[in-house]
């Protein structure tokens, strides 16, 4: 109450699935309801309204339109004009949207007004009377984009200037070029080679002037650059000379294309890009006329408003962004939610018992690895134990402060989430980007049968977890907290087909999310089918290779599909050997981790998809790294890079993809340690990278990127930008250690004393034995190495028995004098190096 007292409501059961909720006010002035469901706030609680007193005589307005709403639904709320009618009544909406209002007067001493908002968000509604406000005015009230999908295409149209001198194609690729526009701004371009076989630079002209490209290889100009570029006036993309026609961006219908078309002949050079969003994600395609038009089509299927935002140029064209009322059936699609409130894990010590806790149903222990990396890129081995049936924790100390990586595998393939990221001290960051989510039930699942699948909220402090599904038929969401910033969620549903999950951290998606789902009907005679003869180990690519799969007396069809990395799908080689067994082959084209899907009556058979590696080398994006002023904090209008570090992690598909207010201009070339990828934003506001080596996020990504200046393009939704880049395995150089960091030694070779037989003299073909003592030493590392006359000896062995003390046995089978060196760290130990006689 607005005296601060709490007051309870009667709440009465209707029996009919709904609850009243009865209230008699005894206060004037805002009241705060909360309304809870087993604890937890329900949408939108709690909830403010203001109470009025009858005798006031004052104009009053009330409704859930002045608290609540989602996009892209009419908010509605009543106006109580007492008698005082509708004449001189002001409504203004102001918001992340442009809200149009419709009102009507209902002749009773009361106006209903409706607003549409098209973004989520606070939006501030003023009513006046006689231009004073209103009692409670100016009301606030909060817009979710709950249950919004989006979709969206970019087509690119540049120009393109042609570069003097001769370019080789090996050239091209460790080139790269800038363009400085007149005013400062500067932004990455792109090298191609031209019909003509010269290189050209194309680029998105923003302004009318000089321009200036820079060319530069491994950071020095090539000759001739930089040179000028003139752009007159009719190149600038200008979005107000551009034509849309077509009824489909006022009226669509469901389930079938709607069509429109964009001029953009006349208004000069820049990228389109289109974004729909509403009630279901619209399938887009876009058509390229002969004439220099397009058509647009796009294809929902939910009815409702959805909101087009089309920008050329990055400013929207005239109109943009459109409302679309879209009428038809629906897919009658059932959603069920769940939020939890998620509690910060209590800070890390160094040195204290740290665990990540994983659900894995259904395999061996046997096969599962893990290492941990501290941020100093000292890797350990860390133990995995069983706690109870199918749920493993990790556990290892850390010795030092900052992020570790730790990397869990099953059968030498990371598991869904891993690498995981593990803050030693307080988190640096904290949201929803940081969550991860992984397991069985975000793959596949089988209907009737619950799908498990665990997330991973430690990284990402407190806040509320909100999980969703979305599909033919109802979920039913189990939810378990394991207390250590992680949980363990499963959902069963009674019917198959296709479902969406999605996960929500403080109400934005976590990365990935929503996941699609294919539930399987229920499995039949399909659970009779195995497996036998499955690769163990690695299969080369292009190369055939094949598994059976014994029927055992089940009745049906079988069909197999190979899914590759870059999700390109190959049907596999299917044939009946005998009577109860088939013989499968597929033929993988690309390195990487392959899905192998093998269904029995077009129901998944038990382990389908198999996963399999092809190719040898093992890419691992454990070992990518990112850094940079590129990933910290960033202006608009100022082109910025960072290095990925593929060191030692083979050769693999590097996905940089930026997410966030606008496009940016963005590219990637090739340095010594990696990839260098640089990029300029236009628009303020936080942005996210994610960098995902072969399919998998590297550590710590997706990166959340905060950018703070000037807008240089217009705002309107979210825009998502990649480059894709097939990489070259790399390996760190000694000069610039870049991965690894040697720790700085305190040490004093001259405190050593060593002993032994070893020492002097060696019998050919026994072990030979000498020890070291560098107790009073400090501490380094040894290095003992033997040269005889007819180079190295067999084998040297070095044990360390504890504080410091070694045992050093060795074993030669020539005779002669041998030179033994023995080091601690850089320097000789006294006596170093031995002659020694054999």
């Not at 222990?365 to 893990?370: G, K, Y």
Request: net charge negative; glycine share 12%; aromatic share 8%.
């Amino acid at each position: 109450m607005p005296s601060g007292e709490v007051d309870k409501p009667v709440i009465d059961d209707n029996h009919d699935g709904t609850v009243s909720i009865r209230y008699e006010p005894k206060e004037e002035g805002i009241h705060e309801l909360a309304v809870k469901y087993n604890g937890e706030h329900v949408q939108g609680s709690p909830f403010k309204f203001h109470v009025d007193s009858i005798s006031s005589g004052y104009v009053t307005a009330y409704g859930p339109g002045l608290v609540h709403g989602v996009t892209g639904e009419p908010a509605q709320f009543v106006i109580s004009t007492k008698g005082a009618g509708a004449g001189g009544l002001q409504m203004a909406v102001e918001g992340p949207s442009k809200a149009d209002i419709t009102y009507h007067d209902n002749k009773d001493g009361t106006v209903s007004v409706s607003y549409l908002p098209t973004a989520p968000g606070e939006y501030k509604i003023s009513v006046r009377f006689g231009d004073k406000h209103i009692k409670g005015s100016p009301y606030f009230a909060k817009i979710t984009g709950e249950g919004r999908k989006r979709n969206q295409i970019s087509v690119g149209s540049c120009s393109e200037v042609t570069l003097p001198g001769v370019i080789s194609d090996n050239d091209l690729r460790s080139l790269n070029a800038s363009i400085q526009a007149p005013s400062g701004l500067e932004e990455p371009c792109f090298l191609k080679r031209m019909p003509t076989g010269n290189i050209g630079i194309s680029f998105t002209p923003r302004e009318i002037g000089e321009h200036t490209v820079s060319v530069k290889r491994l950071g020095k100009h090539i000759a001739n650059s930089p040179f000028k570029v003139n752009v007159c006036e009719r190149e600038v993309g200008d979005a107000k000379k551009v034509l849309v026609t077509g009824s489909a961006l006022k009226e669509g219908k469901t389930h079938q294309d709607n069509v429109f078309a964009i001029d953009t002949r006349n208004a000069g050079y820049g990228g389109l890009s289109l974004s729909i969003e509403g009630p279901s994600k619209a399938e887009i395609q876009c058509t390229d006329k002969d004439d220099g038009t397009l058509n647009i089509a796009y294809k929902p299927t939910e009815p409702g408003y959805y909101i087009v935002n089309l920008k050329f140029a990055d400013h929207h064209v005239t109109g943009s962004p459109f409302t679309v009322k879209v009428s038809g059936e629906g897919t009658n699609r059932q959603r069920e939610k769940i939020q939890r409130q998620r509690e910060a894990v209590p800070i890390t010590e160094v040195g204290s018992q740290c665990k990540l806790t994983f659900k894995m149903p259904g395999i061996t222990s046997f096969d599962l690895s893990a290492t941990v990396t501290s941020p100093g890129g000292v890797s350990e081995d860390a133990e995995i134990q069983e706690i109870e049936d199918g749920l493993y924790a990790v556990h290892f100390i850390p010795k030092e402060l900052g992020v570790h990586t730790v990397s869990v595998k099953y059968k030498q393939i990371h598991i869904p989430g891993s690498p995981f990221q593990f803050t030693v001290g307080p988190l640096k960051d904290t949201g929803a980007h940081l969550v991860k989510a992984g397991g069985p039930g975000l793959e596949h699942g089988e209907q009737g049968v619950p799908s498990e699948f665990n997330v991973w909220t430690r990284e990402a402090g407190g806040g509320t977890l909100a999980i969703s599904v979305e599909g033919p038929s109802k979920a039913e969401i189990e939810f378990k907290d394991r207390k250590d910033g992680s949980c363990d969620v499963s959902y069963v549903v009674s019917e198959p087909g296709d479902y969406r999950i999605g996960l929500k951290f403080n109400d934005r998606h976590i990365p990935d999310s929503p996941f699609k789902v294919y539930i399987s009907p229920a499995m039949g005679e399909a659970h009779k089918l195995e497996v036998a003869q499955f690769p163990t180990g690695c299969v080369q690519a292009d190369k055939p290779a094949q598994f059976m799969v014994r029927k055992n007396g089940a009745k049906g069809e079988l069909d197999a599909k190979v899914v590759a990395p870059s999700n390109n799908e190959d049907d596999c080689f299917i044939q009946l050997i005998d009577q109860d067994q088939y013989s499968v082959r597929f033929y993988p084209r690309e390195n990487g981790i392959h899905a192998i899907h093998v269904k029995f009556n077009g129901v998944h058979i038990p382990g389908s998809p198999y996963r399999i590696k092809v190719g040898k080398d093992d890419v691992d994006p454990a070992a990518v790294h990112a850094s940079g002023k590129g990933l910290g904090d960033v202006k608009t209008g100022e082109k910025t890079d960072l290095i990925i570090d593929t060191c030692n992690a083979g050769a693999g598909t590097l996905a940089v993809t930026v997410d966030g207010p606008a496009k940016v201009a963005m590219d990637c070339t090739e340095v010594e340690e990696g990839y260098k990828v640089r990029y300029t934003p236009l628009l303020p506001g936080h942005y996210y990278m994610t960098i995902k080596y072969n399919q998998m996020h590297i550590v710590g990504s997706p990166f959340k990127i905060n950018c703070t200046g000037e807008s240089l393009a217009e705002a309107g939704g979210q825009e998502t930008s990649s480059v894709i880049v097939e990489t070259v395995a790399k390996v760190s150089k000694g000069g610039n250690r870049t991965g690894v960091i040697l720790p700085i030694f305190k040490s004093d070779a001259s405190k050593i004393q060593s002993k032994g037989m070893g020492l002097k003299k060696a019998y050919m073909g026994k072990q030979n034995q000498f020890t070291i003592n560098a107790g009073d030493a400090g501490n380094n590392i040894l290095f003992v190495g033997i040269y005889g006359p007819k180079g190295p000896c067999d084998e040297v062995f070095i044990k360390h028995t504890g504080r410091n003390q070694y045992t050093v046995n060795y074993l030669v089978r020539e005779r002669g004098d041998y030179i033994l060196l023995v080091k601690w760290g850089d320097d000789h130990i006294p006596g170093s190096p031995f002659k020694v006689e054999v």
